[in-house]
Each structure stands twice: as structure tokens, then as C-alpha cells.
């Protein structure tokens, strides 16, 4: 089963980052958030990928090209042109970078990739939130209900205190906000059934958070799999810093792999 994840948005919030280089390639513990996605998946098997690009997607598609530059000792001959590798290793992994366009939607972005799925099952997320989402788990819950598209909905950790206030304007009590004070959200990865490409039919202007999967849950084709475990995206600086503050501390509930 191949794995979608979309790449190509502009990453406005995190602009700190995203003026020289796509969110997905923002680093966590020096190496891009979308390795770390790739990982997760890697570590059940998964190792065929087809990455939406858009804004600056060449950086992701010059990263790749030369992905066993970041990790082996070269010696480089300039005077004869001549690189040679030591060391190297590489991923299992077999990446398809496709231009989606720069000003394309979500919905957009999955629809111009249904020839390089074709008529097969397929996983999708998106290219800044990490998980220790069981992978495995979660295609099995998807195949077992047969429907059409499987989302893993998620309770994020609460930013803002809680007040409790009585009539009288006072606050009776104070206290963070909790996940179960919150409802349970689209956290991305999902499974799909190649059906869901007829459920994009606006083409590039296409939301998949709207029409797709609005119709898709109207007509009970749209199943939630539920995990109250770690769940994180990288929307702000602040998140980049805490992931990282995570992965220096050995505390990156994320990294399944070894």
C-alpha cells in the first residue's frame, strides 16, 4: 500500500521557517519533519511514498536526489569530477515527488496523484504532524469495516486554561485545558479505497477537509479511528521548538523506529 503525504502548502504560520524552505523540511532534531513521517510508516513496512509538492517543492525533490550525501563520508574529486561514497546507507524506500502546483488546494493536490495509485487502497497524510499512531492497527480497523476512507481523529492537548464562572462573574475555579475537554479532530493519517477520487470533483480548488469528506460521511462512508495516544503538529514556532525539545530529551513518543 503506498503512502500519499501532501507537502505543497505555503506553512504561513511557522513564515520564521518557511521563507527559504517548504514546512516538511523543517527540521526536528536536524533532520525534516517529513522523514520523521516517513519513519513512522517505514517502521510498519510501508516504504512506497508519493509526496505532493507545491511551494518550493524542489528543495524536497534536491533533499532526496541526495539523500546519501546527509548521512555518508564522501570524497570528492573536483579536478576529475568524480564523487566517491563511503559508508552509505540508505532507506528502503521508493519516492514518487509529484508538482501539484503551487496554489493547490488539498483536495486538488490527492486528485492529481490518482495515476501514480491507481486502483488500489492507499494510506494519506499530511506533511507536519507527527504520531505514535499503531499503523498497523489502523489499516486493520479500516479493512475489517469496509468503507470507503478511514481518518484518525485525535484529542490535541489543550493551549488555553479553563475558567469556570458564575453568574456573578466570578471564577470559581481555574485549571488547563484537558484533551477530554476537547473533541475529537481530523489528526490525518488515513486509509482510502481508490473510490475517493470520485468524491474530488472540483478539481485544484478542492478541499478535501470540505466537500470530500462531508459527502463522505453523509453517506456513512467515512469512519473515525480513534487514538487518544501522542499526536503533534508543527503549525507554529513554538511547536517546532517543543518537538525538538522532545527529541534532544529522548522523550519523542514519535520515534517507533530504532
Known amino acids: 500500500m503506498k503512502v500519499v503525504i501532501l507537502a505543497g502548502g505555503f506553512g504561513t504560520r511557522l513564515a520564521e521557517e518557511t521563507d527559504v524552505r517548504p514546512k516538511p523540511m523543517v527540521e526536528i532534531g536536524g533532520m525534516p519533519i517529513l522523514w520523521h513521517i516517513m519513519k513512522i510508516y517505514s517502521s510498519y513496512g510501508y516504504n512506497e511514498f508519493v509526496v505532493c509538492l507545491g511551494y518550493k517543492g524542489y528543495v524536497i525533490k534536491e533533499y532526496f536526489a541526495n539523500l546519501f550525501l546527509h548521512h555518508a563520508d564522501v570524497t570528492i574529486d573536483v579536478s576529475n569530477n568524480k564523487l566517491e561514497v563511503h559508508n552509505s546507507f540508505a532507506e528502503n524506500w521508493k519516492i514518487t515527488l509529484v508538482e501539484t502546483g503551487p496554489e493547490t488546494l488539498t483536495g486538488g493536490r490527492i486528485k492529481r496523484v490518482q495515476k501514480y495509485i491507481g486502483n488500489e ?138
Open 121 to 258: 487502497p492507499f494510506m494519506l497524510t499530511y506533511g507536519d504532524g507527527v504520531s505514535n499512531v499503531n499503523i498497523k492497527d489502523l489499516v486493520d480497523f479500516h479493512e475489517k469495516n469496509n468503507k470507503l476512507c478511514t481518518v484518525t481523529s485525535v484529542q490535541p492537548s489543550g493551549r488555553f486554561g479553563v475558567l469556570q464562572i458564575n453568574h456573578e462573574s466570578l471564577v470559581e475555579s481555574f485549571h488547563e485545558k484537558r484533551s477530554e475537554d476537547i473533541g475529537w479532530i481530523n489528526g490525518g493519517f488515513f486509509v482510502c479505497q481508490p473510490e475517493i477520487f470520485n468524491y474530488i470533483k472540483n478539481g485544484d480548488k478542492t478541499i478535501w477537509e470540505k466537500e470530500p469528506l462531508e459527502n463522505l460521511a453523509r453517506d456513512k462512508q467515512l469512519l473515525s479511528y480513534k487514538h487518544p495516544g501522542f499526536w503533534r503538529p508543527m503549525d507554529s514556532l513554538k511547536d517546532k521548538m517543543d518537538l525538538n525539545e522532545l527529541w534532544n530529551s529522548g522523550k519523542a513518543e514519535w520515534k517507533i523506529w530504532k
